[in-house]
């Protein structure tokens, strides 16, 4: 299985201030397509997860562009420019190249 | 709009069962591969089992391989996951979700509880 390690595991972050997680992955994530099968999700407190980035740098629709997603094979990053109070959750890097699909453990984003 | 409803859940002893099931509307749900993935209270994500469109093939996480069952009506646009030989560990909440790679679609989640 694709073992998948994020830091920091908890991020405490002044509105308007930027703020970064760094996901690895235990092998690449590049797909024969030349595709990239990193995924980023953001679940707020007691709702489902939601999906902010594809494919390592895509943001889906309606998702700000304070988001950005960015890496390579192994090293993935998630930037927030600037950090609103929306923004807290647990953040979770996720590989989708093959089954298991694995998570990261997640990363608490607070706002102090 | 897209709409997953998990139901079936609850409270159920040690090596009991459970049948869960997602009504899903607002798509064409014989369209697309379905996913059950759950996490365990304050703890983070676990994909269980995902199937595909038509119904074979599927696939099961390590964890719950030969206990857990992933099925699917298109029929009735509804997804299972019937749940065998529980133990404490499954204790989670299991979200039915659309997709087979991309979560996009989440439904609210069903809490299982296993406990004597």
């Known amino acids: 299985d694709i073992v998948m390690t994020q830091t920091p595991l908890s991020l405490s972050v002044t509105p308007g201030q930027p703020a970064s997680i760094s996901c690895k992955s235990s092998q690449s994530l590049l797909h024969s397509d030349g595709k990239t099968r990193l995924y980023w999700y953001l679940q707020r407190p007691g709702q489902p997860p939601h999906l902010l980035i594809y494919e390592l740098s895509n943001r889906l629709s309606g998702v700000p562009d304070r988001f950005s997603g960015s890496g390579s094979e192994t090293d993935f990053t998630l930037k927030i420019s600037r950090v609103e109070a929306e923004d807290v959750g647990v953040y979770y890097c996720v590989q989708s190249l093959q089954l298991p699909v694995t998570f990261g453990g997640g990363t608490k984003v607070e706002i102090k | 709009q897209v709409q997953l409803v998990e139901s079936g859940g609850g409270l159920v002893k040690p090596g009991g069962s459970l049948r869960l099931s997602c009504a899903a509307s607002?798509?064409?749900?014989?369209?697309?591969?379905m996913s059950w993935i759950r996490q365990a209270p304050g703890k983070g994500l676990e994909w269980v089992s995902y199937i595909s469109s038509s119904g074979s093939p599927k696939d099961y996480a390590d964890s719950v391989k030969g206990r857990f069952t992933i099925s699917r009506d298109n029929a009735k646009n509804s997804l299972y996951l019937q749940m065998n030989s529980l133990s404490a560990e499954d204790t989670a909440v299991y979200y039915c979700?659309?997709?087979?790679?991309?979560?996009?679609?989440w439904g609210q989640g069903i809490l299982v509880t296993v406990s004597s």
């Open positions: 607002g798509f064409t749900f014989s369209d697309y591969s």
């Open positions: 979700v659309r997709g087979r790679w991309m979560f996009v679609y």
